[in-house]
């Protein structure tokens, strides 16, 4: 396996889980943690998408995963800053 897949398969579990613990109330899908696991998840499998084995589809799902979960991020961020 390459490094490329490993890191992949990492991201995939990464969002997996990060999703499951939303469903089950274990996460708040609008606080940080859930909003950077996403975006680290998803820069993963884009990393490995881009580097290995491209596939349009998937690199435009990560793309808009990875860019929305970063928005957010930034946004959060700039409410604190607002804030503080």
């Given at each position: 396996?390459?490094w490329?897949?490993?890191g992949?398969?990492?991201?995939?579990l990464?969002i997996?889980?990060?999703y499951?613990?939303?469903?089950?109330?274990r996460l708040?899908?609008?606080?940080?943690?859930s909003?950077?696991?996403?975006?680290?998840?998803?820069?993963?499998?884009?990393?490995s998408?881009?580097?290995?084995?491209?596939?349009l589809?998937?690199?435009a799902?990560e793309?808009?995963?990875?860019l929305?979960?970063?928005?957010?991020?930034?946004?959060?961020?700039w409410k604190?800053?607002?804030?503080?």
């Amino acid at each position: 396996m390459s490094w490329q897949d490993a890191g992949g398969l990492v991201g995939v579990l990464i969002i997996l889980i990060a999703y499951a613990g939303a469903a089950l109330g274990r996460l708040d899908p609008k606080r940080a943690l859930s909003l950077g696991v996403n975006f680290i998840g998803a820069s993963l499998i884009l990393v490995s998408l881009l580097t290995a084995s491209f596939n349009l589809s998937a690199t435009a799902m990560e793309s808009a995963w990875a860019l929305v979960s970063l928005a957010a991020l930034l946004r959060l961020g700039w409410k604190r800053l607002r804030r503080g």
